[in-house]
């Protein structure tokens, strides 16, 4: 099983960034996928997520208006849009898939990617 995140990268204040996150070696048929990040010297954070079938869709309030998370199921495929960033979205970008419907504590979540960096300089 692997998740292969991308996307990442540095962008100004008011930028732009669209990550992508592909699964593969299973079907994720029945798995919530998310996104979590990490700033230096914190701890990692929920950032959103998505039920793997359905509309539901999950934010942290930091993220939302400015995050939109989608997937696309035939490709097996999950992408973060994420606009308006601001210096303090600076972090490692981490998609993550569970097994079941959307949880926000990372430690429920069974599978991970490497993580990709996110830099909005000022």
């Known amino acids: 099983v692997q998740l292969q995140a991308s996307g990442g990268g540095l962008v100004q204040a008011g930028g732009s960034l669209r990550l992508s996150c592909a699964a593969s070696?299973?079907?994720?048929?029945?798995?919530?996928m998310g996104w979590f990040r990490q700033a230096p010297g914190r701890e990692r954070e929920f950032v959103a997520a998505v039920a793997w079938t359905g509309p539901s869709t999950y934010y942290a309030d930091s993220v939302k208006g400015r995050f939109t998370i989608s997937r696309d199921s035939a490709k097996n495929t999950v992408y973060l849009q994420m606009n308006s960033l601001k210096p303090e979205d600076t972090a490692v970008y981490y998609c993550?898939?569970?097994?079941?419907?959307?949880?926000?504590?990372?430690?429920?979540?069974?599978?991970w990617g490497q993580g990709t960096l996110v830099t909005v300089s000022s």
């Open positions: 070696g299973r079907s994720f048929s029945r798995h919530a």
């Open positions: 993550a898939a569970r097994y079941g419907g959307v949880i926000t504590d990372s430690d429920d979540y069974d599978y």
